[in-house]
Each structure stands twice: as C-alpha cells, then as structure tokens.
C-alpha cells in the first residue's frame, strides 16, 4: 500500500512531538539535495505547518555542489506551489572534490563541506532551525556502520543542538520507512534532481543498506528489532523520547 500524505503526516508528527523537535515561533529550514528524502520532508513539514498547534515558519534551501546537468527548476515550481521559500546556494564543492584534491572516498569530506555550506546558509536566512531527511533506513543502517567500523553501538540523533553555530538539527521523518518514502515519490510524482555523484551506489552506505535489506530477508522483522534497539538504547547525545499512542 502506497504511502498517502495523511500517513507521513501522522509519522511525521509523531517524531515532532516524541523528541519535541518544534517550538513556538520557530524558523525551519528544509536542506534539499534533490533527492526523494529531501522532497519527501518538504511535504510533511509544509503539511505538519497547516495544523501543528506550535506555529513555525518554513524555508527550503539547496546547497548545488556545481555537478553540470543538475538542474533545480522543477523544484523551484514545487516550493512555489507550496508556499515555502526557496533558496539554491552555488558551491565548488564537487570540482574542489574530484578535480583538485582527487578524493578516492569522498563521501565524509563532501558531507562536512555541504553541512558547513548548508548550516551557514540557513543562519542568513535567519532559521534557527534546520531539517534533515533521514528516514527509519538511515538511522538503522548508521548504526550497523558505527558497530561493524568504529565498534560502537551509535546513530545520529532526533535533535542535535550545534552550538558553534547556534542553530538545531530535527529529523523529523526518523519513523518512516524508505519503502514508503518511493512509494511516496511514485504517487506525487516528486520532481527528484538525479544524483550526478560518480560515486553514488558504492559506498559503505550501499553496503549498510543491502545489509539490511539481507538481515530483514533471512529474518523478518529484524530491520525494525534493531530500530526497537536503537530507540531503547540510551544512546549518547539522543534526548529523551516521550512515547505518544495516538
């Protein structure tokens, strides 16, 4: 069954009010890359701003890496038809990556560039408050990463206060499955900008997530035991959860 509105709303505002990621008068940016997770959040948090009882502004914001053939109009209409100001921030950051240093594993380098070029964006655009797409899958497969390469039992947080920059981290659609997120995509025919990343597909990440995809085929229901796990397990830096059974 695919994945309707009303239902990533529902998950949606679980997470908000479970880890109280928003407060009154709050100004959230939304980071677009393009992707399915990202235009996926822009909807749930446009749709959680019409009812949510704590009134927020939202703002969308794309950090471009400076891949040619990206091209991000399609997603301009979107925030149009939504209502949500939209701003692209131009960036050198795949020529610094590919062209001069070379990286052979680029992926951790790109991250801490993009969230630096993403986070002081947001601060000029007076948010105080910056919204991540990661889903169920992300946070279940960050985890067996930390375990299996750093051995240690970790994923990101719901919230995370940066204090250099004075400014939150919330990942809303944390209780959301990327089965239903594609579901999603297909039925509202997200406008998704493709990846131009030449490493895109083979990463630890894609090991971590055929991983997962294994673990829950040979034993069903282990991908939301180890969820289960992650919720339950007192994890540093997580905030305190208050369970809502609506």
């Known amino acids: 069954m695919t994945l309707k509105l009303q239902q990533l709303l529902s998950y949606t505002r679980k997470a908000v009010d479970e880890y109280d990621m928003i ?27 019409r009812f949510y009882p704590k009134h927020f502004e939202l703002s969308a914001i794309t950090v471009d890496l400076g891949y040619e053939k990206c091209d991000f109009s399609q997603v301009t209409e979107l925030c149009k038809e939504l209502d949500v100001p939209y701003q692209i921030v131009k960036t050198d950051i795949a020529r610094i990556l590919f062209d001069e ?11 801490k560039m993009r969230k630096g070029a993403l986070n002081e964006a947001v601060k000029k655009m007076g948010c105080n408050k910056v919204a991540y797409a990661h889903h169920k899958d992300d946070i279940i497969e960050t985890m067996l990463l930390s375990l299996i390469f750093e051995g240690r039992f970790h994923s990101f947080s719901p919230k ?9 981290v919330i990942r809303p659609m944390m209780f959301v499955d990327e089965m239903d997120v594609i579901g999603f995509q297909h039925k509202y025919n997200l406008p998704v900008v493709k990846s131009r990343c030449p490493v895109d597909g083979f990463t ?34 997580w905030p305190p959860r208050t369970p809502h059974t609506r």
Do not use: W
Not at 101 to 111: G, L, T, V, W, Y
């Open 204 to 237: 630890k990440r894609q090991y971590a997530k055929d991983l997962v995809r294994e673990l829950n085929q040979a034993h069903p229901g282990a991908k939301n035991r180890m969820f289960t796990a992650i919720l339950n397990g007192n994890i540093e830096g």
């Open 160 to 168: 995370t206060y940066l204090d250099r920059m004075d400014l939150s």
């Open 101 to 111: 240093r070379k990286e052979s594993n680029p992926c951790s380098f790109c991250a």
């Open 23 to 49: 407060q009154e008068g709050d100004h959230i940016a939304v980071g677009i890359s393009g992707g399915k997770d990202s235009l996926t959040l822009l909807y749930a948090m446009q749709g959680l701003r």
